[in-house]
């Protein structure tokens, strides 16, 4: 953990207030009986067909499905269901880009964008079930993309544009697409990124697409291979067109996204249609109160679950304005946030720990030099935040008017899991808690064995009963599906986070607890990266922490083996850096590179990054008795001294 955090004493609230009786209540409900509780949600939303339970047990992991017999569409639900009501000429969506460009979309222009987008993918042979693999800029053609390949019954995977060449092929060759959504470029910190120059080397290594569609964002040449590639403007259809949405039954999914895992291959969480929109319709309206009135911007980037659960999908799904912003916080001046959220009005600004620190190195001046006034609710996602960071945000971004929703979920939660429930109740909150589960989210925080501990113990945090957002397999892959959430405490999904109940019984979580890092918010996998690491010729191993970080919370550290007769070099060390931005991509770049001689491992051949982590951040050897395997104290001591004077010797 960043240094200070530990420091803060955990405030106590000495009542149960009847706001955190009505929570516990609701939740209690959607447990004793879920097939009632989510019925009853889901009958708000349009399903063309409603047959059998709402939910039912399975024997196989995630041991539950919903809506087994129901049908309906996703982008139905965003887009049709306004049209025709008092919402159609209402704005869905603001848009500026990086250069200030703007353009505005209310919900019928958006469904006939999203119209368009599918009978361009239609005609390009897409159907249901098929993958479509979406690599955009933060433009607006990312939202209609993925709402028109769910329109049709097909499963988008989005891959975030900071992800380079390497990270995009193999994230298109597990999920087998057959068309990519890309553009020209993509607007950053006034720079062109040259998305289509780091589609086309991956394509090389990709046979199942069959036809790519680029969408000119920036204007500069690219190469366009005649056979394959069209531009979106050349192929769209110039009259309005219109696409039956495809209704599939709940289970459907709807759309892959590649995580981080503790091995190098990435994992398509796969979700369903239906839970997962049940789960985002609500957790909306319970978590950020949103309403048609307010003006909903979430700053996450459109490649990870957050951009698709709380850009495109919540808020559409109750007729909320969303704003979308495409380039740099700070560009290209440090105030361009705040001059978005005055000039459009925000009204609930949902963001991470990460962008929170950077703004509070910066001091208080700038969010000073605007009107923030329109702020009624602030939110925080992605990694824990600290006490120091929250009360800044409460201070100087809300004015101590706006309560703050600190969200805690996961890629493979779909939605939101504990956070302050605005839409429902009003509670005291506390300064980094995520405070109390949503309805139907049995959170358990257990042992190494599986039982539950006290309150204020540290363990792992589980959930105990599915819940309708839950993502439903691995793509391609059940068995590890099964393995990796739900063999450690049988039956029970394993989040791979620490975390404490306090006596008042408020969740604190408390970070990975595997060999996953959380850099500036984004999930990046140690193996992920040794593995590219070890690609680059003269590299024989490597291993990879992630060091605390007080801005970012953690960044990359590798310690690597060249091949014999490899000098270390500076010039070795830019290469390798480079290396990992042109094949995974910028967010992965290590904050430092250490060329050893030797890795401290187990008897069993395992880096013991816990060790390696201790070295680098300059900190005594931690406990080293449930290191894996006979390793002995001795052994480790011994490793532990030897990595660091090498560590000390070399330059860095
Ligand atoms: O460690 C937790 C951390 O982010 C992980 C999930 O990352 P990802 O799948 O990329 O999804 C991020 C956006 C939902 C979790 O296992 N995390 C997320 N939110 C919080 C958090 N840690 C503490 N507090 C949070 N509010």
């Known amino acids: 953990m960043p240094p200070g955090w530990e420091s803060e004493p955990l405030p106590t609230m000495s009542h149960i207030s009847p706001g955190i009786e009505r ?36 024997d196989d992991p995630p041991f539950g499905r919903w809506f087994p017999r129901w049908k309906t569409n996703l982008s ?6 306004w049209i025709g009501t008092d919402l159609q000429h209402k704005v869905a969506l603001h848009w500026e880009g990086e250069p200030g460009d703007r353009r505005t979309f209310t919900y019928l222009q958006l469904w006939k964008e999203v119209n368009r987008f599918a009978s361009v993918l239609q005609d390009l042979g897409v159907g249901e079930g098929d993958r479509v693999t979406i690599y955009l800029p933060m433009i607006p053609e990312a939202i209609i ?56 080397p991956a394509l090389l290594q990709t046979p199942t697409i069959e036809r790519v569609v680029v969408v000119k964002r920036t204007g500069q040449p690219v190469e366009m291979d005649a056979d394959r590639d069209r531009w979106y403007h050349e192929v769209a259809p110039t009259k309005e067109t219109k696409v039956a949405p495809v209704m599939v039954e709940g289970p459907h999914p709807s759309f892959l996204l590649y995580t981080s895992g503790t091995t190098g291959r990435p994992k398509g969480a796969c979700h369903s249609t239906a839970g997962y929109m049940v789960w985002l ?17 979430c700053t996450a980037d459109i490649g990870w679950v957050t951009g698709h659960s709380y850009i495109t999908y919540g808020p559409a799904l109750r007729g909320g ?46 969010p000073k030099r605007h009107d923030l006034s329109s702020l009624r609710i602030l939110g925080s996602v992605g990694e824990p935040i600290n006490p120091e960071a929250w009360r800044w945000y409460y201070e100087h971004i809300g004015a101590r008017r706006c309560p703050i929703v600190d969200t805690w979920w996961q890629t493979e939660t779909g939605g939101i899991m504990i956070a302050p429930q605005l839409g429902l109740a009003r509670y005291a909150l506390k300064p980094g808690s995520a405070t109390l589960p949503i309805a139907g989210v049995d959170a358990v925080v257990v042992d190494e064995q599986g039982r539950r501990v006290p309150p204020g113990e540290r363990g792992f945090l589980t959930i105990q009963h599915p819940w309708p957002g839950e993502f439903t397999t691995l793509w391609g892959d059940p068995e590890r599906f099964a393995q990796v959430y739900f063999s450690r405490f049988p039956g029970v999904y394993y989040a791979a986070d620490f975390a404490m109940q306090d006596a008042d019984g408020y969740f604190w979580l ?6 996953v890092m959380k850099v500036a918010g984004h999930r990046i996998s140690t193996t992920e990266l040794e593995h590219i690491l070890l690609l680059h010729p003269a590299v024989a191993e490597s291993a990879v922490i992630g060091r605390s970080d007080a801005v970012k919370f953690e960044v990359p550290v590798a310690c690597i083996i060249l091949k014999p007769g490899v000098p270390p070099s500076s010039q070795l060390r830019e290469e390798l850096l480079l290396h990992v931005r042109t094949n995974m991509g910028p967010i992965a770049v290590p904050g430092q590179i ?36 006979e390793t002995s104290v001795e052994e480790a001591k011994r490793a532990y001294l030897e990595l660091k004077s090498e560590l000390e010797r070399v330059p860095k």
């Not at 139905?76 to 269901?81: A, F």
């Not at 319709?281 to 911007?297: C, E, G």
């Not at 069993?604 to 449930?626: Q, Y």
């Open 281 to 297: 319709y609500y957790t909306t309206q319970a978590v950020f109160d949103l309403s048609p009135k307010d003006l909903f911007w």
């Open 594 to 629: 250490y060329f050893v001689e030797k890795l401290p491992k187990t008897r069993s051949a395992k880096i013991m990054r816990r060790l390696i982590r201790d070295v680098v951040e300059e900190r005594p050897l931690g406990d080293v008795t449930t290191l894996e395997d």
């Open 76 to 81: 139905y639900n965003c887009l049709d269901r």
């Open 510 to 515: 408390l970070g990975r607890a595997d060999e």
């Open 145 to 200: 993309a993925m709402l028109a390949t769910v329109r049709l019954g097909a499963v988008h995977s989005v891959v975030f544009g900071g992800f380079a060449t390497q990270a995009l092929a193999d994230r298109i060759n597990d999920s087998k697409s057959k068309v990519l959504v890309t553009a020209d470029g993509g607007w950053r910190r006034g720079k062109i990124v040259d998305l289509k120059g780091l589609v086309d």
């Open 23 to 58: 929570v516990l209540e609701i939740n209690r409900r959607a447990l004793a009986d879920p097939d009632e509780f989510w019925g009853k949600v889901a009958s708000e939303l349009y399903f063309a067909q409603r047959v059998g339970p709402a939910f039912e047990r399975m």
């Open 321 to 366: 304005t969303m704003l979308m912003y495409e380039g740099a916080p700070d560009f290209p001046s440090p105030d361009r946030w705040w001059e978005l959220i005055e000039r459009y009005g925000v009204s609930i600004l949902y963001t991470s720990p990460t962008a929170i620190r950077g703004f509070m190195r910066r001091g208080d001046e700038g």
